[in-house]
Structures are given as C-alpha cells and as structure tokens.
C-alpha cells in the first residue's frame, strides 16, 4: 500500500474515535482533535541562457494533488513563471456548509527554494479556495514555511474508493518566481518538493 493509501486508512480508522471534522461554519467550532493529513508536490523548473528559447467522528481528506508543478522552461526574456495545482479537501459532517481548515505548507528545511545543485531560485506560494466558483486567495503570499487559514470552501464529495468526485476539487496552490531572482540564475534544471498539511481549525 502507497503513502496516500496508508493515510486514508489511518484516517477512517480514527473516524470511530473522534467526533466531526474541525471546521468553522456558522454554528460554531466542530471538534478540533482530528489528526492533520498531508501531500507532497514536485516543482519542476528548467532555465535556459538567453542563446537557447526553449518552450514552455469524522476526518479530514487532502486528496488529487498534483504531483508535478511545472513551471517549464524560461529564459530572462520571459514572464514570471507560475503555476499552480488544484485539490480536493473534504472534511465529514459539515454537509453543505461552508468550512474553514489550516493549511501548513512547507517546502522542507531551506524553505521556498528551487535547487540545481549549489545553485537556488525562490518562489513563492499563493492559496486558493473554490476553485470550481472562480476561487479567492486566501492571505498574504507565503515566502517561506508557514500555515494560512482556508476558509469559504464548499465541501467536496467522495466515492467509494476515497477519491474526490470529478467537478470538487475545491482548493489550488500556485506557484511563482520572481523575474528578478529568474534574470540572475544560471542555467540549469532546478526543482523542488512542496508539502501541503490540512488541520482542523
């Protein structure tokens, strides 16, 4: 069984043991002893010298990230690369309600950087919410490990198998690089892990 599997189980055994997902909705705080959940994404970005062009009870669930953001190839010429991942938090016994969650996220010990060997470019991290209603950014653009709160987000729903219904996924991450931190990189293929955590809030 992979990571994710193992996660999902752990998550609907201590569904018997607690009581409903920690969410804020208008009628109060639900229980907030639900265990977090996380996933990771790899951040891909390739930079070229200026000579070559190149293209391009209850429980919470963080499921259907992405497992590549690709910010694809630049040169100095181009625009700020970004790009983002949607997802899929669902948290049970909210209904239809609006909920709100805490979302760490975390590009490891050295933070927001992308790395070619000694070579490093930061970027930085926007969150979204209900991505499937237009989404709204939630907070200040995070420059470094932190956790910002999710909050506005229509549940999504799940199948038998724990996966997200197609149509809810209802959260995204984006991620850019700033033209000035790009323009002064050598060239190479740099990358990056980014792990996201949902808490009841």
Known sequence: MDQKGEQIMIARKTAVAVLIAGATISGGLYATDVPPVRDSTRIELAVKDGSDLGGGGGFLMLRQLEELIDLQTFTNENATPREGANFCIYASGVGTNKFSV????????????????????????????????????????LTANGTQTISGLSNATINDSFECDLGTLNAS??????????SSAPAGDYTGNLTLTVSAN
């Open 173 to 182: 991450v984006y991620v850019f690089v700033d033209p000035s931190d790009l």
């Open 102 to 141: 805490d979302l760490a996220v975390s590009g490891g010990d050295e933070g927001f950087l992308l790395k070619d060997g000694n070579n490093s470019i930061p970027y930085s991290v926007d969150l979204f919410n209900d991505v499937n209603e237009g989404g709204q950014k939630q907070g200040d653009t």
